[in-house]
């Protein structure tokens, strides 16, 4: 530890006032009296010019192509681990890597590293090393957020961020579990944080790191068995040819594609000691339970989509990557050229329940939910007391919870559970002893635990969790969009037209997304919370455009079908079809809310706060938007603007299986200018009309 307080004394001579961290026992009080500002320094120079403590990440630097970047002008973030560090990474990783070759291992375990010494590193090996410690964006201690830092370090992964606090209350922050020893050491083109750990690098599928959790052994089992283990394999996509193409639209200029195309999963699992609780210790146990939650699955063959236990496992699957906080927009914040682009917290009202929907691998719908509105409390599973609205929660009603015992509520004769706990990585890694060898982060995904069983059974979902408006974000729809860095970017491989971040969507990049003509073109805009999106992004296409989307799989019913869409003089006409099947007239798009074919009027015009309006509006097939969330950096309720709107779209019988909501415009030549432009889709049960139990002020969130 010696070495560790000298660089903390020494590096530079300097530290940045209030941003020091101390790791673990390097205790010292810092002279702060000490630090000096770099004038001209590059983040290579600042390096070169510490070279005693840097030289093995100089060496890995070179060696993987990226040492002259960093002595080049730009904006970088460079997390720098210590020669100790670096020397003590090679010893671990060598280790792991021969112990996996011992009789009785599962697998080889294949870490890059086969040998201590650095020298024996391989060139592409010390590329991976060098652009996981690299950023091309700056990013100091205070954007980093709270589980993941807002931009993908130039491996095309996110870096995980957790907090503590050592003995003697000291802050340390862990990038990818490497400690932060000294901070925010601004150079020209960047930051250095230096740390005392090489940040992990995963390496190892999805499947193979259940595989390797001791406490996953019946899920891991299970997965296999159904062959579910050979769907989430995918890493990325070699085929990919659009990552250099550039679209050119009128008035926005060159428009990039996607620079990548990644696959990402997340996977929810129950620990052994959730099926024990059950009397369930083996897989054909699993499977008898699973045949009394799935009747209606009768095949016997475990691949069958029509299995028991395939049935099952399919649910705890989506086929996108999300961290933990990622689950919900909740104290989401990111930023772009080093300005706050989005805070979640300043969209939403504080006791606003976030919420989304995810279609899982079973090909049925999953809701997660931070109930933020709840004062409900009462003891998880384990005893401990906790408040609802402190939880990420899988198929949570309020109807459906018990207040006498919220976190043990089950719905019907086979006490299916609903409020499922998703527990936090950070309670987990806390109890070693209880979840040895757990790691959430996967090569291309994310696992999480549950602590009661998960379950689809339609009669619970249709009857409370799925019961209300279901609001899903367009942009949100697209598991691909979320996997490669576009929803919610840091912008670190797009481009921009002024404060907005565009990216279009080649033909066949988005499975849910058809473009139906060669000539459509279809783009995703983000702004942040910096306009009127409800998210942060929209959809939009330009020119004669036509294309059409998937819509969620939900339990089939009738459903009233609504879009949000906003106005402008460059808008086009729009036909709507579903399942190419016209319906209605064509709606012009660029007549604002105020015109009397739609009726717009602001409540405070109004004597009874907009009830008589809002009837008049729907009356004529409008809406306005909803009173739960805020625009413009928070300054206005959605609800308030005349020039973001729902359009009833239809009311339809939806059956089980796919359904398209086309979009074809009518506008004719407008010098290809034109755009249609939709931010989310509302479904609505149509039994939802006829609840007497539903607060006035229901039908305006």
Not at 387 to 415: K, M
Not at 538 to 553: F, K, T, Y
Not at 568 to 582: K, T
Request: with cysteine; proline share 5%; glycine share 8%.
């Amino acid at each position: 530890m010696t070495n560790i307080c000298t660089i903390a004394k020494k590096v530079g001579g300097f530290i940045l006032g209030g941003c020091a961290l101390i790791f673990m026992g390097c205790h010292e009080e810092i002279d702060e009296s000490a630090r000096y500002t770099f004038v001209g320094e590059t983040i290579r120079s600042y390096l070169e010019a510490h070279e005693e403590y840097f030289s093995d990440f100089l060496y890995i630097l070179e060696h993987g192509g990226c040492k002259s970047l960093l002595g080049a002008y730009g904006a970088y973030t460079c997390f720098a681990p210590t020669n100790e560090a670096i020397e003590r990474y090679l010893v671990e990783q060598d280790s792991i890597w021969r112990a996996s070759l011992l009789p009785g291992s599962k697998r080889e375990i294949w870490t890059g590293v086969t040998s201590p010494e650095l020298s024996e590193l391989s060139d592409s090996m010390c590329e991976v090393l060098a652009k996981t410690h690299l950023m091309g964006q700056k990013c100091l201690t205070a954007e980093m957020g709270s589980d993941i830092l807002p931009t993908q370090n130039m491996y095309h992964r996110s870096v995980g961020v957790r907090y503590d606090l050592d003995e003697n209350l000291h802050t340390i922050i862990y990038l990818n579990g490497a400690p932060i020893l000294l901070s925010d050491e601004e150079m020209e083109n960047g930051v250095i944080h230096v740390l005392n750990g090489v940040m992990s690098i995963a390496t190892l599928t999805v499947p193979a790191v259940i595989d390797e959790t001791p406490f996953l052994s019946i899920f891991s089992e299970a997965l296999k068995v159904t062959l579910l283990s050979d769907s989430l394999e995918q890493y990325i996509d070699y085929d990919y040819k659009d990552a250099d193409r550039r679209y050119n639209v009128p008035s926005m200029g060159l428009v990039p594609a996607p620079p990548y195309k990644y696959y990402g999963y997340t996977i929810f699992c129950e620990p052994d000691e959730v099926f024990f609780n059950m009397g369930i210790y083996n897989l054909d146990q699993l499977y008898e339970q699973c045949k009394k939650w799935y009747p209606e699955a009768t095949d016997p063959s475990f691949t069958s989509d029509n299995n028991a236990l395939r049935k099952f496992v399919a649910y705890h699957l989506l086929d996108r990557k999300m961290t933990y906080s990622r689950l919900v927009m909740y104290n989401l914040t990111y930023y772009k050229r080093g300005t706050m682009i989005m805070n979640s917290e300043s969209i939403y009202p504080p006791s606003y329940d976030r919420k989304e929907y995810y279609e899982t691998m079973q090909g049925t719908m999953l809701k997660v939910t931070r109930p933020l509105s709840s004062e409900v409390s009462g003891f998880d599973a384990d005893g401990t007391p906790r408040e609802l609205r402190d939880c990420i929660l899988l198929n949570y009603a309020e109807g459906l919870v018990s207040r006498a015992d919220p976190f043990n509520t089950t719905y019907g004769s086979l006490n299916i559970y609903g409020s499922i706990r998703v527990l936090s990585p950070e309670e987990v890694e806390a109890d070693p002893n209880r979840y040895p060898n757990y790691s959430s982060e996967a090569l291309n995904g994310t696992i999480l635990l549950l602590d009661h069983p998960l379950v689809y059974n339609e009669e619970m979902m249709v009857a409370y969790p799925l019961n209300e408006i279901i609001r899903m974000d367009i942009i949100g729809m697209f598991p691909e969009l979320t996997n490669n860095d576009i929803r919610w970017s840091s912008g670190l491989d797009l481009e921009y037209s002024g404060s907005v971040i565009m990216s279009m969507l080649p033909h066949g990049y988005c499975k849910g997304l058809k473009c139906n003509t060669e000539e459509t073109n279809v783009a995703m805009y983000q702004s942040g919370h910096l306009y009127e999106n409800y998210q942060g992004d929209v959809i939009m296409s330009h020119g004669e455009a036509d294309w059409s989307i998937r819509l969620p799989h939900v339990p089939a019913g009738t459903y009233e079908l609504r879009l949000c869409y906003y106005i402008n003089d460059y808008r086009g006409i729009c036909q709507f079809y579903v399942d190419d099947v016209i319906t209605g007239i064509p709606v012009d798009l660029r007549i604002n809310g105020t015109s009397p074919q739609i009726g717009y009027v602001a409540d405070v015009a109004t004597s009874d706060n907009g009830a008589a309006n809002d009837k008049q509006m729907k009356n004529r097939g409008y809406m306005k938007s909803p009173d739960t969330f805020f625009t413009y950096n928070g300054s206005h309720k959605a609800r308030e603007s005349t020039g973001v709107l729902r359009k009833v779209i239809t009311t339809k019988y939806l059956s089980d299986g796919d359904h398209w909501l086309r979009f074809k415009n009518l506008s004719g030549d407008m010098g290809g200018q034109q755009q249609l432009c939709f931010d989310y889709v509302e479904l609505v049960p149509v039994g939802l009309y006829k609840r007497s139990d539903l607060p006035a002020n229901y039908w305006r969130q």
